[in-house]
C-alpha cells in the first residue's frame, strides 16, 4: 500500500472509435513492464480488449482497470490506468470511468482531427472537471496533419491547446518528436519496438519552426504562473525547463489549458514521451478537489473527505463485473485505508458488505491485496447489494457521494426463451446483466407475455444478446429492434380526483387523492430546484392533514408507477409535474393500497384530460462522406425526416451533421454504404426526445 499519495495518477484513455485508443495502452503496457509482448488490437491480442466479441470486433466494448509502474526522472510512479470504449453504444463505460479518475489522455486521429464522439467524450470530462492531455496519434497516416488537427481542438472543442511537442515529418516521412520545452528531438527504434529512445538536435530545417512554437508554448504558459510571466517579459531565454512545466501543471489541473503531444502508437513512436507527461501534467489524487457527498441522515448536510488514509474510509462503485466466483466489484478509494475481511456500509440502501478479498487488476488477471488506501482503483470481492454508483464507506461515519447520471435507453427488442430450462436462466441471466450495465433495462409485459430488453443502440442489443448466446449459454430468439417511444402530456389540468373505494365485508379499502398535472422539463425542475425522477416531478402539497402524512409517499408511488406503465401505448410518461393537492381518507378503511390505486387513477384520468403525445427519441447523425455523394446522402437524410444542421467541407470530404429520428435510421450503415460505393461513415449518438407528428403516432400507437 503506498502512502505516497503524489507518486499516484489515475488517468483513462478516452477518443472517438479508432482513433488507436486500445493500441496506446497496450504500449503504456509494454513500455512500463506491465506486458512482456506487445498487443495488436488489429490481430485480436489486445490486453484490454479479452472479450471474444471485442477481439472479433477489433473494437473496445467494456473499459479495462490495470495498474503500472513508470519511472521519471529515478523516481518510481503508479498510474492506474482505465481504456474506455469510443462507440457510441457504451458511452456509459466512459461515463463511470471518468467519474472516478483523476486525469485523462484524449487521443485523436492524426489526419481526422475532433471526430464526433471526442466531442462527446470531452464534455463528458468537462461535466466531471477532469483536466486532459491531448496526443495525437496516427501521425504516420497518410494525410497526417498536425497543425489541422491543433487548430480542431480550439475550434470545435473551445479549448485552449498549448502544443508541447511537434512531429518530425508526417506520413510516410514521420520519424521523430520534437520536444518544445527541453528544445531537444527524439528518435524512436522501431527493430527493438520503441523500447529504445534517442535524443539528438533538431534538424536544421525545423529550427526556425521549432522556434515558433516554442515561443508560443512560454507565452500562453506564462498565463497559468506569475513567476513564469515576470521571466517571459524580462527575458525569454531566461525561462527553465521546469519553471514551463510547472505553469503549464498548473494550467493543465485548473483545466484552463491542455498540453498537447503527438506520436504514432502503432509504429512506436511518442508514447514514453506522453507517459513522462502523465507524471509532469496531471494530478495526483491530492491535487483534486475533495470529494463531495451528503449525511444520509441529513440529505441537507454537505460533507466532504480528504484524500488522506487518515480520514473515515469512503469508495464509490463504478463497475460491477459479474465471475464465475462471485461479482467483482470495482471501487474507487477516495479517504481512509480498506482491509480485506472488514465491513463496509452501503449507506444508499443501508446494507453492511463484507470486503472479503481485494484486488489490483491488470486487465483480467488480478493481484491480491492485503490493504489499500485513498487514492487507489481496486477491485473486491464479497459486495452482494452494491451497484454502480453506490458509496462503501465507514459505518461509524456515513457518507453518500455523488451519484452517476445514466442515459435512458433508445432502443428496445423482444427476446423469448427457446426451452422452460432457458426460461428460468433467462431472468436471472438479465439481472446479472443489469447489474453490470445501469444503462440496460429489462421488462416483461404481462400482456403480450414477452421479455422486452432495452439499450443504447442496434450494436449494443446485439452484443447483450450474444453474451446470453455464447457466454451464459441461454437459447434465445429475439425480435426485430424497436424504438423506445415516451408519453408526455401537451397541456394542463387541475383538481382531478382519483378515488379507489372497495367494500366486501368486513374491512374495506378507501382512498382519495386529488392531483393537478403541468408539462415541465429537466431544464426547468433544475432551475425550480425540483427533484426528477424518471421524468416525474411529485409535489406535496397537502395542507391541514386531509391526507395523513403516512399515505403520501403511496400517493407518489402509484403515480409513479402508472407513469411508468404508460397511458397511451404502455410507453413511459415523462416531463410531467403532479401536485398532490387535496383527498380524504377514512379512520378504518384507508390502507397505503389504497392510495397507491388513488394515485394511480388520478393521475391517468388527470394526463388523458390534459392531453397526451408521444415523443421520440431524436439522433444526432454524423455522415463523413465524399463530396461527390453529397446529394445523394444529404437527400437521403431528408427523406428520412432529418434536418441537415451543419455541412463542412474539409479537403474533398463533407461532413454532415443532422437530426434524424431514430425509428428511421434502421440499418442506414448498409444504405449508406451502398450509396457511396462503401466510402462514406456514419455515426450515431441519441440528441433529445421530441414531439411525433399526428399521423405518424396513429401509426405507432396502432401497433403498440
Given at each position: ?10 488517468i483513462g ?24 509482448k ?10 484490454m480488449?479479452?472479450l ?16 503500472c509502474p ?15 470504449p469510443?462507440?457510441v ?13 483523476d ?11 475532433v ?19 491531448c496526443?495525437?496519434?496516427k ?16 475550434s ?7 502544443a508541447?511537442?511537434l ?10 518528436i520534437?520536444?518544445?520545452i ?5 528518435y ?10 534517442e ?8 529550427r ?5 512554437w ?22 525569454e ?22 498540453p ?9 513512436i ?19 478537489p ?6 444520509p441522515?441529513?440529505?441537507n ?15 464509490l462503485?463504478?463497475k ?5 466466483h ?29 470486503i ?6 491488470h ?6 491485496l ?7 482503483i ?19 461515519e ?5 451519484k452517476m ?7 428496445s ?12 436462466k ?10 453490470e450495465?445501469?444503462?440496460?433495462r ?23 444478446r ?26 394542463t389540468a387541475?383538481?382531478?380526483?382519483g378515488k ?10 378507501y ?15 433544475a ?40 397511458i397511451l401505448?404502455g410507453y ?8 398532490l393537492?387535496?383527498?380524504s381518507?377514512?379512520?378504518v378503511d384507508?390502507?397505503?393500497?389504497a392510495?397507491e ?15 397526451l ?6 439522433m444526432?447523425?454524423v455522415?463523413v462522406t465524399p ?24 479537403g474533398?470530404?463533407?461532413?454532415i451533421?443532422a437530426?434524424v ?21 456514419s455515426t ?7 414531439l ?6 396513429d401509426?405507432?400507437?396502432?401497433q403498440?
Amino acid at each position: 500500500m503506498s502512502a505516497d499519495l503524489s507518486r499516484v495518477r489515475n488517468i483513462g484513455i478516452a477518443a472517438h472509435i479508432d482513433a488507436g485508443k486500445t493500441t496506446v495502452t497496450e504500449r503504456i503496457l509494454y513500455y512500463t513492464g506491465k506486458n512482456y509482448k506487445m498487443g495488436e488490437v488489429h490481430e485480436g491480442t489486445a490486453t484490454m480488449d479479452f472479450l471474444v466479441e471485442e477481439q472479433e470486433r477489433g473494437i473496445t466494448i467494456q473499459s479495462a482497470a490495470t495498474t503500472c509502474p513508470w519511472e521519471r526522472n529515478g523516481v518510481e510512479y503508479k498510474l492506474n490506468l482505465i481504456d474506455t470504449p469510443g462507440h457510441v453504444d457504451f458511452t456509459i463505460e466512459v461515463e463511470r470511468s471518468l467519474r472516478v479518475l483523476d486525469g485523462a489522455v484524449a487521443v485523436f486521429d492524426g489526419k481526422e482531427g475532433v471526430e464526433p464522439q471526442s466531442e462527446t467524450v470531452w464534455r463528458q470530462a468537462d461535466r466531471y472537471n477532469v483536466p486532459r492531455l491531448c496526443f495525437i496519434n496516427k501521425m504516420d497516416k497518410i494525410g497526417a496533419n498536425f497543425e489541422f488537427c491543433f487548430e480542431t481542438i480550439k475550434s470545435r472543442l473551445g479549448a485552449n491547446p498549448i502544443a508541447v511537442q511537434l512531429p518530425i515529418g508526417a506520413s510516410e516521412t514521420f520519424e521523430g518528436i520534437i520536444d518544445l520545452i527541453e528544445m531537444k528531438a527524439y528518435y524512436f527504434d522501431a527493430s527493438e519496438l520503441g523500447a529504445k529512445v534517442e535524443q539528438r538536435e533538431i534538424p536544421a530545417d525545423m529550427r526556425d519552426m521549432a522556434e515558433l512554437w516554442h515561443h508560443e508554448m512560454i507565452e500562453k504558459a506564462a498565463d497559468h504562473d506569475d513567476h513564469l510571466m515576470e521571466k517571459y517579459l524580462a527575458d525569454e531565454k531566461s525561462c527553465t525547463p521546469d519553471e514551463i512545466r510547472l505553469a503549464l501543471r498548473k494550467g493543465t489541473i485548473a483545466q484552463k489549458c491542455f498540453p498537447v503531444f503527438c506520436g504514432s502508437a502503432l509504429k512506436y513512436i511518442g508514447v514514453q514521451l506522453l507517459l513522462d507527461g502523465v507524471i509532469d501534467f496531471l494530478p495526483n489524487p491530492t491535487e483534486v478537489p475533495q470529494v463531495e457527498g451528503v449525511d444520509p441522515r441529513d440529505k441537507n448536510k454537505k460533507l466532504t473527505r480528504p484524500h488522506s488514509e487518515d480520514a473515515p474510509f469512503s469508495a464509490l462503485v463504478f463497475k460491477v463485473v459479474s465471475d464465475s466466483h462471485g461479482d467483482l466489484t470495482y471501487i474507487r478509494v477516495y479517504s481512509g485505508t480498506l482491509e480485506k475481511g472488514s465491513r463496509v456500509l452501503n449507506p444508499v440502501n443501508g446494507k453492511k458488505e463484507n470486503i472479503s478479498r481485494l484486488f489490483e487488476m491488470h486487465a483480467k488477471d488480478r493481484d491480491p491485496l492485503d490493504a489499500t488506501g485513498a487514492g487507489n482503483i481496486v477491485a473486491v470481492i464479497g459486495v452482494k447489494h452494491s451497484y454502480t454508483g453506490d458509496t462503501l464507506c465507514d459505518p461509524d461515519e456515513p457518507i453518500v457521494l455523488e451519484k452517476m447520471d445514466f442515459p435512458e435507453p433508445v432502443i428496445s427488442m423482444s427476446i423469448e426463451p427457446n426451452t422452460n430450462e432457458d426460461k428460468k436462466k433467462l431472468s436471472e441471466a438479465l439481472q446479472t446483466i443489469r447489474r453490470e450495465d445501469p444503462s440496460f433495462r429489462s421488462s416483461f409485459n404481462d400482456e403480450t407475455g414477452e421479455t422486452i430488453i432495452a439499450g443504447m443502440g442496434e450494436l449494443h442489443l446485439e452484443i447483450i444478446r450474444n453474451k446470453l448466446i455464447r457466454d451464459m449459454k441461454i437459447g434465445v430468439k429475439t425480435g426485430r429492434p424497436r424504438v423506445s417511444y415516451r408519453e408526455t402530456i401537451t397541456g394542463t389540468a387541475k383538481d382531478i380526483r382519483g378515488k379507489f373505494v372497495k367494500q366486501t365485508g368486513g374491512r374495506g379499502q378507501y382512498g382519495d387523492a386529488v392531483v393537478s398535472v403541468y408539462p415541465i422539463t429537466a431544464e426547468q425542475a433544475a432551475a425550480e430546484e425540483l427533484e426528477m425522477e424518471n421524468g416525474i416531478v411529485f409535489v406535496d402539497e397537502i395542507s391541514q392533514g386531509v391526507i395523513p402524512r403516512e399515505y403520501i409517499p403511496s400517493v407518489e408511488y402509484g403515480v409513479r408507477q402508472a407513469a411508468a406503465s404508460g397511458i397511451l401505448g404502455g410507453y413511459p410518461v415523462v416531463n410531467v409535474k403532479v401536485e398532490l393537492v387535496y383527498g380524504s381518507y377514512h379512520e378504518v378503511d384507508s390502507s397505503q393500497i389504497a392510495f397507491e390505486q388513488a394515485g394511480a387513477l388520478a393521475f391517468r384520468e388527470a394526463c388523458t384530460r390534459a392531453g397526451l403525445a408521444l415523443l421520440e427519441p431524436i439522433m444526432k447523425v454524423v455522415v463523413v462522406t465524399p463530396d461527390e455523394h453529397f446529394g445523394s446522402v444529404s437527400g437521403d437524410l431528408s427523406s428520412r425526416r432529418g434536418q441537415i444542421v451543419d455541412s463542412e467541407l474539409r479537403g474533398n470530404v463533407r461532413i454532415i451533421t443532422a437530426e434524424v429520428p431514430l425509428s428511421e435510421m434502421f440499418g442506414y450503415t448498409t444504405v449508406l454504404r451502398g450509396m457511396t460505393q462503401g466510402r462514406a461513415t456514419s455515426t450515431m449518438e441519441p440528441a433529445a426526445y421530441r414531439l411525433m407528428p399526428d399521423r405518424l403516432r396513429d401509426e405507432v400507437l396502432a401497433q403498440a
